[in-house]
């Protein structure tokens, strides 16, 4: 049989099996979920008969198409965002970096509004994170107490652009280079969005030094696992690749040998003259590829990208005008200046004073299947984690956070994913209105 033949009953099973059925009044409303057709399945399919499991030509494909689509040289893909953020980080430990590089003890600025995989890399490698408080109604960084937060130790700062609100970007940048600080930037909700950089807009990722993706399903793309970590600078590219495939010297690919043509004549540390360069390893690093079938479906996923990052940005705006009439007991999400966002979620915030509990809101909703969402740790100290840390010698605190509890405390959001039609959100309106008017009248 003909692969052709093979990808063509792909095809047809996709259109008989996978086609999403309607939505009607009573279904679940997740938060998130993969949109796809039959090109994801028979990328996967292909990738399967060529039985090339480990990165191959898909991989090639995915890292050129995202590097295109953000407008950067060096892309590395990694089988997910929590791996990417950990390589960000990683990287930046390097001696290759000489007197840059974090060492055991030194400081990187994040948030404590976080998911966990932002804030571990940075325990992980030995360094210590500095917590700032956020900002609402933009739920990123207080860029008012980055000053505060400095030590003689800082390294980096990292953080995310917060449920796809990009962070005050020029403010951090000027202040990671006035310090001589790295600037790595948590992309996993925010693939799509773009800054204005004098008087240009660029994608978020691409202005700090590093910047990390994720594909989990629930992200803007899909490749079920996988991630990313982009970068202009040719060293910490090299760096990146190095930790991601087992601390290697030797950039050829799986399958691939002698690219340089010096494969058996150089020197490297004390190893004997000529010793097979396939096997040199520049640093002790981990083994976090993905594959090539994950790499395929991402090559699908990443054709359908500015689509879906325009319809996450029209979920959005649509549920912002119909609860405008609920400012009196929400706070609600506001878009952070020069910048156009690429939504993950949509923030409501509870007010104080109003008598209105988060908790009952959230209960009601998910009574009438809707998927809520925390701000993820909320306050990432207050978790188990850090139970057997110390404040002062194993993470530091440069604020009160009082604005991060606020959030952990009253804070909630919903879906915008690009797989929601306009009788989803209006069900969501809804069921919002309701769980504050106390109607909660059913269909």
């Excluded at 990187?108 to 995989?117: C, G, K, L, S």
């Excluded at 150089?266 to 096997?279: C, S, V």
């Excluded at 929400?330 to 939504?343: A, D, G, R």
């Amino acid at each position: 049989m003909e692969k052709q033949q093979i990808l063509d009953m792909v095809t047809q099973y996709c259109k008989e099996r996978h086609t999403s059925r309607e939505w009607k009044p009573g279904d679940r409303i997740n938060y998130a979920g993969r949109v796809y057709d039959e090109e994801e399945l028979c990328n996967l399919v292909d990738a399967s008969l060529d039985f090339w499991l480990t990165a191959g030509k898909y991989t090639e494909e995915f890292e050129s198409g995202l590097g295109k689509y953000l407008d950067i040289p060096y892309c590395s893909v990694v089988n997910s965002g929590s791996s990417a953020n950990l390589l960000a980080i990683a990287s930046l430990t390097s001696p290759l970096l000489k007197e840059k590089r974090i060492l055991p003890g030194d400081e990187v600025i994040t948030v404590a509004a976080a998911f966990p995989t932002t804030v571990a890399p940075i325990v992980q490698c030995g360094a210590v994170p500095v917590f700032v408080d956020i900002d609402i109604p933009y739920y990123n960084i207080d860029i008012s107490l980055l000053e505060g937060a400095l030590s003689p130790r800082t390294k980096a700062v990292f953080l995310a652009h917060s449920l796809g609100n990009v962070f005050d970007l020029k403010t951090v940048k000027e202040f990671c280079v006035q310090h001589g600080l790295f600037l790595v930037e948590d992309n996993c909700d925010a693939l799509g969005a773009e800054y204005e950089v004098n008087g240009v807009y660029q994608k978020a990722g691409t202005i700090g030094d590093i910047g990390t993706s994720s594909f989990y399903p629930a992200h803007h793309m899909t490749m079920g696992e996988g991630g990313a970590v982009y970068t202009r600078n040719p060293l910490l590219h090299r760096i990146i690749r190095s930790l991601r495939d087992w601390g290697r010297d030797c950039v050829c690919s799986g399958g691939q040998d002698n690219r340089c043509g010096h494969r058996f004549d150089g020197q490297y540390g004390t190893l004997p003259q000529g010793y097979d360069h396939k096997y040199v390893y520049s640093h002790l690093g981990y083994n976090l590829k993905a594959t090539d079938l994950q790499a395929a479906i991402g090559a699908a996923q990443l054709k359908k990208l500015p689509g879906f990052v325009e319809r996450r940005r029209e979920n959005w705006c649509y549920l912002r005008e119909q609860l405008r009439d609920l400012e009196e007991y929400f706070i609600l999400p506001e878009i952070t200046s020069h910048s156009v966002p690429s939504w993950f979620g949509f923030m409501l915030m509870v007010r104080e004073g109003t008598g209105i509990s988060r908790d009952e809101i959230i209960a009601y909703l998910e009574k009438h299947e809707i998927q809520t969402r925390a701000l993820f740790a909320g306050n990432i100290i207050r978790h188990p984690c850090f139970e057997t840390m110390e404040e002062g010698k194993d993470y530091r605190i440069c604020s009160s956070l009082e604005k991060t509890d606020k959030v952990m405390n009253r804070g909630f959001w919903v879906g915008v994913y690009p797989g929601m039609t306009k009788e989803m959100l209006d069900e969501m309106i809804l069921r919002i209105h309701e769980s504050i008017s106390g109607s909660h009248t059913s269909r």
